[in-house]
């Protein structure tokens, strides 16, 4: 494989070789053993591919920068195996990857089944909450509070082995992993295009899924024009674990209608053309200068991403006219903080220095929280300070160090 060739992911096969194949994506957190109970069904009448996350179940950790990245790996992992057409179901990010594919390479996908799955996961600012507590805390609050968010109390009563399972298949994922997973899904959002899936769909929820539940599944029904949605009652996110059989019938029932040839791929009717994306709109706003894209809106992404909704909305809300705001995101954003020479890690470093100088304590503690977005840990943010005791006096310091322990902790304590 070249350089260039996109990484391969720790995969499974059961099932005989000249079956049809069926592929099986795993949520964050979870192992290809999430499909367990599943297999012996499915492996009737489908050869089944399963794989693993980037360091999820002792798979190589080699972080992920995106979904798209993450079908990319997917495909030349089938690829490696002679697997060229495939039906494919997924669940939460393993769902997210099966919208991807659908979008980018239907002409590899027959069939799909989107298990608790969304176009849009919650919010950016939640999942960028995570990968901060993770890099503080490690695993352990989210190995702690799985078992709620997976698992009806039902079911988390009478299944205490099952339990344990999960938790201890969160507590061996790698860390850096697991945030570059949320940092995907973070910038994930297919809701735009979901009308241009032509792809047999089956969506599958949970009816208890406090995740992704029935409102984000008839969303995914409402987009996609061949989609039919499915609710498993006494099932909370992970449903396949929790409702098996009646998640195995549901797949097998939407499945059924591909048929194999001699060479075990798939055969089905050629799918039609995707439609080729709409264009973009040109946003409404102030003549840009002839030849230079116009910086707002690429600035106002970038400012979301690292500052978050919350406080981006708060600060456009505030600004009685818009003015000031528009020339912030314009400029400090849209031109300085998207250029290339510096990571954001450092912006950080740098920002943080220039307000611990100026004595800026408000905009400190946003920047704070930008930083520890930006990967900076809390031992890096003391060291920061440290240095700029130095060059810019230390009650300037003493006082930037209260304004960022007290950011910290609040942003780094796990939830109760």
């Known amino acids: 494989m070249s350089e260039t060739s996109p990484k391969t992911l720790q995969y499974r096969v059961d099932g005989q070789e000249e079956a049809p194949v069926l592929v099986l994506g795993p949520s964050l957190g979870t192992t290809w053993h999430m499909w367990d109970r599943q297999i012996p069904e499915l492996t009737r009448d489908w050869r089944v591919v399963r794989f693993d996350l980037p360091g999820h179940g002792g798979a190589p950790a080699e972080p992920l920068t995106s979904v798209a990245e993450l079908g990319d790996r997917l495909l030349a992992t089938l690829d490696s195996i002679g697997v060229q057409r495939f039906g494919y179901a997924g669940c939460s990010l393993g769902g997210a990857v099966g919208l991807d594919l659908a979008l980018r390479a239907p002409h590899r996908v027959a069939s799909l089944a989107l298990v608790a799955t969304s176009p849009r996961f919650g919010s950016a600012d939640e999942f960028r909450q995570r990968g901060v507590i993770v890099r503080a805390n490690g695993l352990e609050p989210m190995a702690r509070t799985a078992p709620e968010q997976w698992f009806t109390s039902v079911f988390s009563g009478a299944q205490p082995a099952i339990v344990d399972w999960a938790v201890q298949m969160v507590r061996t994922t790698d860390p850096a992993c697991y945030i570059a997973a949320c940092e995907a899904l973070a910038v994930f959002d297919v809701r735009e295009a979901l009308d241009r899936i032509a792809i047999p769909a089956l969506v599958l929820v949970g009816s208890e899924d406090q995740v992704t539940g029935p409102a984000e599944a008839r969303t995914l029904v409402a987009g996609i024009a061949d989609a039919r949605l499915a609710v498993v009652p006494g099932a909370s996110h992970l449903a396949p674990v929790e409702q098996p059989a009646a998640v195995t019938d549901l797949l097998i029932e939407h499945f059924a209608g591909t048929a194999p040839d001699t060479s075990g791929i798939l055969t089905v009717p050629p799918l039609p053309a995707a439609p080729a994306p709409p264009a973009e709109p040109v946003p409404d706003a102030e003549p840009a200068e002839a030849g230079r894209p116009d910086p707002y809106e690429k600035g106002l992404g970038l400012r979301r991403e690292v500052l978050g909704d919350a406080h981006v909305d708060q600060a456009l809300s505030g ?98």
């Open 319 to 416: 600004d009685a006219d818009g003015a000031f705001q528009d020339l912030v995101t314009r400029y400090a954003w849209g031109e300085v903080w998207s250029r290339d020479g510096l990571d954001r890690r450092t912006r950080s470093v740098v920002t943080l220095t220039a307000l611990i100088a100026g004595g800026h304590r408000e905009a400190l503690a946003d920047h704070t929280r930008a930083a520890l977005r930006n990967g900076l840990s809390a031992e890096e943010l003391r060291e920061i300070v440290l240095h700029a005791g130095v060059y810019c006096g230390f009650p300037a310091a003493e006082t930037a160090l209260r304004v960022i322990a007290r950011v910290v902790e609040e942003e780094t304590t796990p939830p109760a």
